[in-house]
C-alpha cells in the first residue's frame, strides 16, 4: 500500500468524506463516528435503513473507553484474547457518540480489526470509523476491492485496495443482557467454540426468551443475497424448470451433473478456507448469467457456522 493513497483516504476522512477499506473480514465503508453528517452519507450510498445501526472501527483497544461507559468483566477477557480480530462486542454506549451511528440505541458495536492497514488508517484519522460492510444493502458482501468498485462505484470517495480479505466472513457480535450473561448476535469470523473457551457458554438468539434479548435491528432474515436466486441443497424444492444453473459446493465431491458453473470451497475440506472463498464464488456465481444457483451447506461448527448462516439468508426468498 502506498503511503500517499492511504493519507489521501485519511485525509477524506477527516474531512468527512467516506472511504472503502479493507478488514481481515470484509470490506468497510467508513465515516469518522463522531460525524454525523458523514455518516449519514454511509447510509445514503448503501441504502441502508437508519434503524440498522452501524459497527464502530478502532485501532487500539483503550479507544474502547471512548465509546463505551462500562462493560461486563467478560468482555475485557475476550477482549484480550480476540483482539485485534473478528469479534465484535456491544456494550452501553457514551452519550458523546452520535445517535446516527447506533441508530438511537443505548448501545454501539465496537471492534478492533485485524487487518493492519484498517488500524493505520484509523490512527491517521485520529477518529473511529463507523463502517457497515461496503455493500449494498442485503446483498452479499465485498472480499475484494473490485467488489465493493461493481457495486458501490463512484458514490465512494475512494476505496482503498488491501488485497483479498483473509477471514472472508463478517466478525462474530457478541452482546450481553442485564445480568452480563453473554448473547450470540451474528455468527462470524471468531468460531463460538473459541469463545466459550473464555467465557463458558454463550446463549444463542433462539434460546434465549424475547424479554432478555437485546435489540438486532439488522438481523435481517433476507441477506447477503445474490441478485440470481439460491437454492438450498436437500432444504428447498428445486424449481423444475431447465435451464442454466451453478452449484455451490463445499468439497466439489458431488457426482457431476449438468450445471454451468461450480464453485468449490475447499477441495480438503477446511472450513476456514471455505470463509475467505465464499462471497468471492458468490460474486461469480452471480456475474455468470445462471438461472439459479444450488449451495450445499457446509458442517455446522467453528467458521461453518458463519458460513450457514450467510448461505440461509442469501436463500430467503424475496417477499412477493
Ligand atoms: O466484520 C464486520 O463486522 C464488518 C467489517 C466491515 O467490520 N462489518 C459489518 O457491518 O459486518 P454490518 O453493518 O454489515 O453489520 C453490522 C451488524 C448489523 O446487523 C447491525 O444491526 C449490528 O451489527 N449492530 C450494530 N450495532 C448494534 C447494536 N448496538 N446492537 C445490536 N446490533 C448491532
Ligand atoms: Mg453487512
Given at each position: 500500500m502506498r503511503a500517499d493513497l492511504l493519507e489521501q483516504a485519511a485525509a477524506l476522512l477527516r474531512a468527512g468524506g467516506v472511504v472503502a477499506f479493507p478488514t481481515e473480514t470484509v470490506y468497510g465503508l467508513g465515516a469518522?463516528?463522531?460525524q454525523p453528517r458523514a455518516v449519514a452519507r454511509v447510509f445514503e450510498i448503501k441504502g441502508r435503513p437508519s434503524f440498522d445501526p452501524l459497527i464502530v472501527h478502532i485501532a487500539?483497544?483503550?479507544?474502547v473507553d471512548r465509546l463505551t461507559i462500562a462493560r461486563p468483566p467478560q468482555a475485557d477477557c475476550l477482549m484480550a484474547r480476540?483482539?485485534?480480530?473478528p469479534l465484535t462486542l456491544v456494550l452501553p454506549k457514551r452519550?458523546?457518540?452520535?445517535d446516527i451511528v447506533t441508530a438511537g440505541l443505548p448501545t454501539v458495536a465496537v471492534r478492533l480489526p485485524g487487518h493492519p492497514l484498517a488500524r493505520e488508517l484509523i490512527r491517521r484519522v485520529g477518529s473511529p470509523l463507523a463502517a457497515p460492510?461496503?455493500?449494498?444493502?442485503g446483498r452479499t458482501s465485498p472480499t475484494c476491492a473490485e467488489h465493493v468498485r461493481n457495486q458501490l462505484g463512484a458514490a465512494v470517495d475512494l476505496v482503498l485496495d488491501g488485497?483479498?480479505?483473509?477471514?472472508g466472513v463478517e466478525s462474530t457480535i457478541l452482546a450481553f443482557s442485564e445480568d452480563g450473561s453473554p448473547i450470540l448476535l451474528r455468527p462470524g469470523g471468531t468460531p463460538l467454540e473459541a469463545i466459550e473457551e473464555v467465557i463458558g457458554p454463550v446463549a444463542l438468539p433462539s434460546s434465549t426468551s424475547p424479554t432478555n434479548r437485546p435489540l438486532?435491528?439488522?438481523?435481517?432474515?433476507?441477506?447477503?443475497?445474490?441478485a440470481t436466486p439460491i437454492w438450498l441443497m436437500g432444504e428447498d424444492a428445486l424449481p423444475p424448470t431447465p435451464g442454466r444453473w451453478g452449484l455451490l459446493s463445499?468439497?466439489?465431491?458431488?457426482?457431476?451433473?449438468?450445471?454451468a458453473l461450480v464453485e468449490v470451497l475447499s477441495a480438503t475440506g477446511d472450513l476456514k478456507e471455505a470463509a475467505a472463498r465464499l462471497f468471492d464464488a458468490m460474486h461469480r456465481l452471480d456475474a455468470a448469467g445462471l438461472e439459479g444457483i444450488v449451495a450445499e451447506r457446509v458442517p455446522d461448527r467453528g467458521l461453518g457456522r458463519a458460513i450457514n448462516d450467510r448461505l440461509r439468508r442469501a436463500a430467503v426468498r424475496r417477499k412477493p
Open positions: 469518522d463516528a463522531f487500539h483497544p483503550q479507544e480476540f483482539w485485534p480480530g452519550a458523546e457518540l452520535p460492510s461496503a455493500n449494498r444493502f488485497g483479498p480479505c483473509e477471514v438486532a435491528p439488522g438481523m435481517m432474515e433476507r441477506h447477503y443475497a445474490t463445499f468439497r466439489g465431491t458431488r457426482r457431476p451433473g449438468d450445471w
